[in-house]
């Protein structure tokens, strides 16, 4: 964590064709670089090689997925061209498909029987309960036939049935809907579907393992049941066996990599025999990244050189865990350039003080610091939320306030509502030292910038003026301060441009500056104003609860109201918290124009897989 970022550095390398997948993943795998394809070198794009055999892939994945094993990572993914691994390991899943065509026939088979008995549990089941329909012989049904085919419909409860229904002669009602079941010319059965289809209903065939009546093939369906799911079983043990003699899993793991590669390093620059691989990183030298590639076997060097002229260096953060929530503040202006100071520190500090100001109390603290726990695998924002509750709870230490009820712990500083002026007094207080700490951050980026002492001395008098005119309110011998920040803004423009009107637009832009930091400061004066507020809601509460009779009424007034004033005011506390953040703090200095730094991930490894070499014995997909 710094005062600013840092600026990334361009580097680049020449690898080897066939290396060049090795070197992106190897480079990537850090964390620490952000590729960006910039060369000017007439060349093709490898990874459009590569999109009909990833196209492919995903497609068989689509269907088969499931039965094959996580992808597994060699220490190198390619030793052959990308192209010509892609279709070795595109090889061996066809080869898989076609060992495993009778099992997967077998099994889709298997999986439409296990569908139709859920599909036929709870017609049966109202079959069972309707009186004739329970005697309905469905084995008869079943093979009714050449001329006449056993049929049932299930349609919603509002839908008529089509005209060539009229056959079907039982109806039961089942769930929301109704069920037909009966005979009917087997010519008659294909349009009556569609049109049940059309109607948002279905038709069910009648299976030949359907024999007896109603009750009989129900009492039949678990027994169905289990004997599907043991063969169902079977059927994907076999074929998962199948896929491991098949090394399906290293296969997979050669594409999904490929697949990373071609999105990843969509406008690479190659030759026949080169590929040039840049970007920007956030490494200070160059020595980690030529390790990387030397442990993955690429034969390349990496070096930092002068970027593009057309090329914007990305401002690198490196802000800890803990303050990295704080950045959505910074991000709703911008991105701090390298000669920008990053104010997400300054904004942690400053967001957890005014939220604890304005909601301070000591349960309600805690209850935003479970509220931010119980959060913290949902969203990276709960650091946020738990600072906030820390900050509120101390504040409610300092009130004396617990749920609303003073007194029940000694108040370290004041009671919000016996000293109101205090109140209201110091974030005025507290935002006058903000705005210097802003004024004296914009005279620094103007050091970084090289901006020369001009600028630097207009911001020191503009803060001798503005700390001047109050003090001297207060102790009339400290005037003095204004005046030399008068004298010191003429001094600098008659120095600048020895002319009337510059002296002229000099204390112009002084009296203009100095009244705009007064308006921004009184605006934290809402800081106090949002705390009385929120002292005033908790008594109100209180209040309502005295009055009311019933005790356990009572308790529920405590909790429900305390509940909505936790709920209402965070919300509305952290709107009015960040407008004072974006629009009288940042504008003081932070312009924004920076450009965020983007490092690529590699390709995940899953549990299990190794992170080196080969299993013994075993040759992995795509290698010579």
Known sequence: MGLRPSSARWFETVVPREDTHDAVEALARGGRVQFEWLGT????????RLHEPIARYRALAADYARFWPAPVFERRCCTLPVEMSAKVALHQLTRWREAAADPLRLLEAAERERDAVAEWRPVLQALSASGSAARLDLGALAGAGPV???NCLVLPPDTPAPPQAG????????????????????????????????????????????????????????????????????????????????????????????????????SI??????????????????????????????????????????????????????????????????????????????????????FGYMCGDV???????????????????????????ISAA?????????????GLIPALWIGPLEDPMTLLATPVVGGALVMTVGVVLHAVQSCWRGEGTGQRVADAAQLLVYWGLPLALWQPDLGWLAVAG???CAANGLWRER???????????????TFTLFLNTLSFARVGAFALAHSALESAVIGVAEVVENPIASIVVVILGNLAVVVVESVVVMIQTTRLILFEFFVRFFEGRGRAFHPVSSPTLGAGQPQGGCAAGKKGAGRS
């Open 363 to 389: 349960g309600h603290g805690a209850l935003i610091v479970a509220a931010g726990l119980w959060l913290r695998r949902r969203t990276p924002l709960w650091p946020l939320l738990v600072a906030c509750g």
């Open 148 to 150: 006449l085919a056993g």
């Open 167 to 266: 056959h079907l002669f039982e109806e039961v009602a089942l769930g929301a809907g109704r069920a037909l079941v009966g005979v009917l010319p087997r010519p008659d059965r294909e349009p009556l579907c569609r049109q049940a289809q059309g109607a948002c209903g279905h038709c069910l065939p009648i299976p030949d393992w359907l024999k007896g009546d109603a009750a009989t093939c129900l009492g039949a369906l678990p027994g169905r049941e289990a004997e599907g799911e043991a063969r169902l079983a079977s059927l994907e043990a076999a074929l998962r066996r199948l896929a491991s003699e098949h090394e399906v899993d290293r296969a997979r793991g050669v594409l999904e990599r490929l697949d990373w590669f071609q999105s990843t390093a969509r």
């Open 486 to 488: 008068v004298g010191l």
């Open 394 to 406: 101390g504040f409610g230490f300092a009130y004396g306030d617990l749920f609303g009820y003073q």
């Open 269 to 354: 620059n190659c030759d026949s025999h080169y590929c040039w691989v840049t970007g920007w990183t956030s490494a200070a030298t160059p020595e980690d990244m030529n390790q990387a590639l030397s442990d993955a076997g690429v034969r390349a060097s990496v070096a930092f050189v002068e970027p593009p002229l057309d090329a914007a260096s990305p401002s690198v953060t490196d802000n800890p865990a803990w303050l990295r929530p704080f950045e959505v503040f910074t991000h709703a202006f911008g991105v701090p350039g390298a000669a920008e100071a990053d104010p997400t520190p300054w904004v942690a500090v400053l967001v957890s003080l005014m």
């Open 499 to 513: 002319s009337l009107t510059s002296l002229a637009a000099g204390l112009g832009t002084l009296v203009e500056s």
């Open 41 to 48: 070198r007439a060349a093709t794009s490898e990874p459009e």
